[in-house]
Antibody
Framework: QVQLQESGPGLVKPSQTLSLTCTVSGASITSDSFSWNWVRQRPREGLEWIGNISYSGITSYNPSLKSRVTISADTSKNQFFLNLKSVTAADTAVYYC????????????WGQGTLVTVSS | DIQMTQSPSTLSASVGDKVTITCRASQSLSRWVAWYQQKPLKGPKLLIYAASTLESGVPSRFSGGGSGTEFTLTISSLQPDDFATYYCQQHHSSPWTFGQGTKVEVK
């Protein structure tokens, strides 16, 4: 059973960097069948794709966030990470990690999500 | 970016009803649309991908259709567990984008 679990601080100060970890079990992040994504859901808004990292470490980002986002991975721990710098209150959201199928890119597994609030 | 316009935003229905949600794309997606169900405090759950392929384990009362720019999610007979919010997503071109959601509520 594939499981993804987000972890990280629930409160970040404005202008600082939001850092989250996704721990994957039941699948290897080095499998060439999948890529590993971050998606967020801001209050009373829909879902927004942030970016992903492939099994080989190639990253792809949403242009709307590209200047502030870095996604990386630690294959030895089967984890991948999100760093979002220079945050503002507009970055307050539930952040999800998720897996997509590298054949046609549909997202098949999601974590439960973690709420990150940006506030001083 | 490809815009996904989902309708209606809210749908009131009763157990046993047939329910249809529509998603329109700002450009042709061929068949590359997925549908998700989300319940409060949970991550989305994949129901349908490639417009009409039912994810393993998803009840057959869920079906998807459409191609090009118009897509539908149909629940043939609404069950108590189906009251939730539903999202479409295009997996045709990066950045992947989602509809604004349809909340299916009790009538």
């Amino acid at each position: 059973q594939v499981q993804l679990q987000e972890s990280g601080p629930g409160l970040v100060k404005p202008s600082q960097t939001l850092s989250l970890t996704c721990t994957v079990s039941g699948a290897s992040i080095t499998s060439d069948s999948f890529s590993w994504n971050w998606v967020r859901q801001r209050p009373r808004e829909g879902l927004e794709w942030i970016g992903n990292i492939s099994y080989s470490g190639i990253t792809s980002y949403n242009p709307s966030l590209k200047s502030r986002v870095t996604i990386s991975a630690d294959t030895s721990k089967n984890q991948f990470f999100l760093n979002l710098k220079s945050v503002t209150a507009a970055d307050t959201a539930v952040y999800y990690c998720a897996r997509d199928d590298s054949f046609d890119y549909h997202i098949d597994y999601w974590g439960q999500g973690t709420l990150v609030t940006v506030s001083s | 970016d490809i815009q996904m316009t989902q309708s209606p935003s809210t749908l009131s229905a009763s157990v046993g009803d047939k329910v249809t949600i529509t998603c329109r794309a700002s450009q042709s997606l061929s068949r590359w649309v997925a549908w998700y169900q989300q319940k409060p405090l949970k991550g989305p759950k994949l129901l349908i991908y490639a417009a009409s392929t039912l994810e393993s384990g998803v009840p057959s009362r869920f079906s998807g259709g459409g191609s090009g720019t118009e897509f539908t999610l149909t629940i043939s007979s609404l069950q108590p567990d189906d009251f939730a919010t539903y999202y479409c997503q295009q997996h045709h071109s990066s950045p992947w984008t989602f509809g604004q959601g349809t909340k299916v509520e009790v009538k």
